[in-house]
């Protein structure tokens, strides 16, 4: 069964940037321990684009629902907004200076190639 891959796009307004990326950075490690888990970028936007891109890829589609469903998820966005100066539990939402993200899209890929350096 191929891995599957999902795509968090968040749109973040000029200048909140680094309150995102520092949210994410404390939130380093809750995710790794999770059953089926297998890779994390976070993507900030160089050119063309006021878009992140949060990249997971998961063994299926059972653990990346799971990982939703799970306490650690919960934990690491309600630790995010409590950060932030919110209260009810958004993690990227409205922080110090406004919304480090003011909108979200989520797509989901199945693999169907992979190439790593070193390995054919």
Known sequence: MPSVVKFNVLTVPEGSGPALEERFAKRAGLVEGQPGFEEFQLLRPVEGTDRYIVYTRWK????FRAWLESA???EGHARAAAEAGEGHGHGHGHGHGGPAATGSELWGFEVIEH????RG
């Open 60 to 63: 299926d589609e059972e653990s």
């Open 72 to 74: 650690a998820f919960r």
């Open 115 to 118: 190439v790593v350096e070193g």
